[in-house]
């Protein structure tokens, strides 16, 4: 299994990126996926997750009404649209592929992302 993110970039407070996780190796649209980020000094925290069907999301309360996850089965790609970015979402930010739905999303051992960097400064 392969998961690649991509995206990552340096903006100002207020900016937007888009987050993409291409993924490979497996059947994408099978598995709940995340979206999660680890700042330096801090543990690895999950932002988003979505179901298998995309029906249901879940999001941690810091980014409620910023970030949007989303996921293109046809293209077996999940993404994370963020917006009004603040300093305090500087991490890592790395994907996921997992089961028990969004709220209880659960990462498997072997299917996570390599990362990528999301800077926010001004």
């Known amino acids: 299994e392969q998961l690649v993110e991509s995206g990552g970039d340096m903006v100002q407070p207020g900016g937007s990126l888009r987050l993409s996780c291409t993924t490979s190796?497996?059947?994408?649209?099978?598995?709940?996926m995340a979206w999660y980020r680890q700042a330096p000094g801090k543990e690895r925290e999950k932002v988003a997750a979505i179901s298998n069907t995309g029906a249901t999301t879940h999001y941690v309360d810091s980014v409620k009404g910023r970030f949007t996850i989303s996921r293109d089965d046809a293209n077996n790609t999940l993404y994370l649209q963020m917006s009004n970015l603040k300093p305090e979402d500087t991490a890592v930010y790395y994907c996921?592929?997992?089961?028990?739905?969004?709220?209880?999303?659960?990462?498997?051992?072997?299917?996570w992302g390599q990362g990528t960097q999301v800077t926010v400064s001004s």
């Open positions: 996921a592929a997992g089961r028990r739905g969004a709220y209880y999303f659960t990462p498997y051992d072997k299917m």
């Open positions: 190796g497996f059947t994408f649209s099978s598995y709940a």
